[in-house]
């Protein structure tokens, strides 16, 4: 944020205008839409508490499941797996209630 400065001087400043950051220990955030959900495994989460209010800032690498719970990450192992199209595997993976096996035993 402000190159160069001593982290504990940087704290410093922070709680001077009261404003706290703690760490998390989160294993995975989700993201629920209209649409689908975005995924983030092992993110790096801060809570921030500024002015009475919690913030909470999320990184990590982000990947998108779709709204019938089926993940691209199954879909392309079933795909590789069978050789099937991208929408025959999501149909199945569906229809069998994403159980990866079942639906590649379905499509076999």
């Known amino acids: 944020m402000f190159g160069g400065m001593n982290p504990k001087k940087m704290q410093g400043m922070m709680k001077k205008m009261g404003i706290s950051q703690t760490q998390m220990n989160v294993h995975r955030v989700i993201f629920e839409m209209e649409d689908g959900n975005v995924v983030i495994d092992e ?3 801060v ?3 500024m002015q009475g209010q919690e913030t ?3 990184a990590g690498e982000a990947r998108e499941e779709s709204s019938g719970g089926v993940s691209d990450a199954d879909v ?3 795909k590789e797996k ?3 199209d991208e929408e025959e595997v999501r149909v ?3 229809e069998c209630d994403g159980d990866i096996a079942e639906a590649i035993m379905k499509l076999s």
Do not use: C, F
Request: charged share 20%; no cysteine; hydrophobic share 45%.
């Open 82 to 84: 069978t050789g099937k």
């Open 47 to 49: 809570k921030i508490m």
């Open 43 to 45: 993110p790096s989460v």
């Open 92 to 94: 199945a993976l569906e």
């Open 56 to 58: 909470y800032q999320v």
């Open 76 to 78: 392309d192992m079933v």
